[in-house]
């Protein structure tokens, strides 16, 4: 079902494109993920691209250099747009085609380059000077709930009495989120207003969010859909995923407490879902699937349906994922971000085979470039906990930052930062590039 | 606010197309609904039409045999597309002026129709004929939950002790649905798969859901959109209304009961939402906006956000909706469909501009196309009910068919087939078309 490692995750190859050799870079030549770049320079559309140390190469420009044959061509082609949908429609054996051409084309000791110098450079443009947009037209996005850590801490504040729920080990819980308010890493994110109601208060009232809260989250994108009423089995599920990517759910905490009876979380979470730029292929992490779950001796095994023995073995990923956080005071006296937090994705309930089949299983159809989020990724200790509501204990225990501020939520002027990354003996690490979201002010324009 | 009454609703209009005449035509020339259409006998690309009669005007084929000017020549242009999206995206003065120029041309004193009558002609295709489509791209889909009757009686089921939640007479209750499995008028609907969990069972069990029922809403669509982090004043939100359709909520209500808690519905809504073929404008609406909900004394003033005099005098529509049945058994003794109950849309607690701007409260942008639903529309008395689990209360009231049957949820074979219409002393009749969908058994293809 997972990918293969492949010669292009040999760890001993090197890039004609230096930066990429760096030990630190998230993009070495055996990462390749995949983006839309515009150039900030130019008037030229939005272009796919692949990140390569501080570089993009432009892909459509570099099939115009040298030849792509079958499959790697095909894919080309799919990459001639804006986005990246088209690609991620046809299936793996395209991505893979793509992936397999360009890693040989961007090797040190690659011939084409030796001969096309000049042209292959000028498929590059620097990071620095492009602008990263939204790698996809995501049509519907849905947001799960597969951290059992995040759903414990969580349920036992909204619900002492009853923290996690009867269905969590049965159900990969998920509830459909808001595309069009998703923005790329970045953009920044304004306060919302909404109704909230203090526990003493008779009233709601309308206002600024008072308990502004991020949640740090893994999302992985549809490849090939399914038909309506055409379930997709758990055995195939992987194949209908084509990528990972890092997703900031912000929450209003004050709101979502207010509303989320008895539908689920709405304009709590709907004013904005940041996404990081790149898009980490299924194939790129094939080294890191070593990040087994067990569940508890006495959990339940899941219904066959979401039940195959391959997939409690290889459905996890060993992803590492951190969070910082600066303050315009921190900024201003040029402090460098604080980590809030380091989790790890293989310690999710679910995979990702699990919800994707979940969600199929009552024949609801997937479109390429549909978004799943994983639900806040928190672990067993304190430290690994992907959200503020969590770290800070709900308000109770402050979060000290080195400009001598504390934080129970999020302040106006605050920016978070989001890290991924994979390492393993024996493999380059590979990362995800970040997702960043700095804080506006609310808007007075509501009456 | 809402549009105002023009020569267009005069109800003296006739049209040459003589069945629009008709008094029992849900498209007099009074309505004028859009629309996207395919003929069965070519392979033209799907066109924008208007109902008219039992007739579509193909709207860009009649650009081309007579003359429109400024706005109305605009809006054709946005007719080009294969979807009302670009129609949509202006505003109201856009389609106003293609229903003042389209109203024009149809009457049955037209000049131009009697100087051109055999192109004219040519632009009409025969409903029978032709291939319904859904309308509009819809990027988003948000579900709500604006009848209080319905949301006491179901609530009643789920939370006896509590049945309507403190926040209900704040705040119009909503979440996001799903958009790619939104479906055409007269599209099979299969019955779905999932999880649900017998209240004596230890585990639960995964099959084909067993308590299937039908939810009647009206949809309504988004035209101009908002940016993202800019509010939509109550005293704009029926600018950014275009118009609006039946919508059936299909819903699975075992799987609904085990998986909505707490993030809300999932897989018990998403595997299917059938939408009427035909967008009624706001404008087309206009003589009847006449349904006031009176809240009770002691109910709160809506926040001030949500409340402005107009929209508490003239936010309702009074739009009669009916639920029609028919089961295999029936249709095979050639028996007319059996209706399950009538309602009026006037009945809701929250308006169509109240559930809008709640919606951009926080900053969420809306776009041209976006789909909202009313939730369940149920009225004070029993056959006003809007869904089964209502009507029959929770299967304790079984609905008896004519065929002998009776009906606790839907069977495979099954039709649900809903109708909605506008009428009032002193104005034509309009209609809404019908909101069909045949019930197909279960797929086996889960593991």
Wanted: charged share 25%; hydrophobic share 35%.
């Amino acid at each position: 079902m997972s990918r293969l490692i492949n010669e292009t995750h040999d760890p001993k190859l090197k890039s004609w494109v230096e930066s990429a050799n760096d030990p630190n870079t998230d993009f070495p030549i055996q990462n390749l993920p995949l983006g839309v770049f515009k150039s900030r320079s130019s008037n030229e559309p939005p272009r796919v691209g692949v990140a390569i140390g501080n570089q993009i190469l432009n892909v459509k420009a570099c099939s115009e250099a040298v030849h792509f044959d079958k499959l790697a061509a095909e894919a080309v082609r799919a990459c001639a747009g804006s986005s990246l949908n088209s690609l991620m429609a046809p299936g793996t054996e395209h991505c893979s085609a793509l992936r397999e051409r360009l890693s040989r084309l961007l090797r040190a000791d690659s011939k084409e380059y030796k001969s096309n110098k000049k042209t292959l450079e000028k498929c590059l443009v620097p990071m620095d000077s492009a602008q990263l947009l939204l790698p996809v037209e995501i049509g519907d996005y849905t947001d799960f709930y597969s951290s059992i850590h995040h759903a414990t801490n969580v349920g036992s504040m909204f619900r002492p009495d009853n923290p996690l729920l009867p269905n969590y080990k049965y159900v990969p819980i998920g509830y459909h989120g808001r595309s069009s308010s998703i923005v790329v890493s970045g953009t920044s994110v304004r306060r919302p207003n909404g109704q909230t109601k203090d526990d003493d208060a008779q009233e709601p009232f309308f206002g600024p969010c008072r308990l502004l809260d991020y949640e740090l989250e893994v999302g992985f994108f549809v490849g090939p859909g399914n038909s309506i009423g055409e379930p997709i089995k758990i055995k195939d599920a992987e194949n209908h995923i084509f990528g990972l990517c890092l997703l900031n759910d912000w929450s209003a905490r004050d709101i979502q407490k207010w509303e989320y009876q008895p539908l689920g979380p709405f304009l709590g979470k709907s004013f904005a879902t940041t996404l990081s730029s790149w898009v980490v292929t299924m194939e790129a992490l094939a080294p890191f699937r070593n990040g087994v779950f067990k569940r508890a001796d006495n959990d339940p095994k899941p219904l066959p349906y979401l039940d195959i023995a391959e997939d409690q073995e290889h459905g996890g990923i060993d992803l590492t994922l951190e969070v910082f956080i600066t303050s315009e005071k921190m900024r201003n006296q040029k402090m460098v971000p604080m980590r809030l937090s380091q989790g790890n994705f293989k310690d999710m309930y679910w995979t990702i085979a699990q919800m994707l089949t979940h969600h199929a299983s009552n024949g609801c159809n997937l479109r390429p470039g549909d978004l799943m989020g994983s639900g806040t990724v928190s672990g067993a200790t304190k430290d690994s906990r992907g959200c503020l509501l969590e770290l800070a204990s709900r308000g109770s225990e402050p979060i000290q930052l080195p400009s001598g501020e504390a934080r129970r939520f999020l302040q106006d002027g605050d920016e978070v930062i989001m890290h991924a990354y994979c390492q393993r003996q024996g493999f380059r690490r590979i990362g995800f590039g970040e997702c960043r979201g700095p804080v506006l002010p609310a808007s007075n324009k509501t009456t």
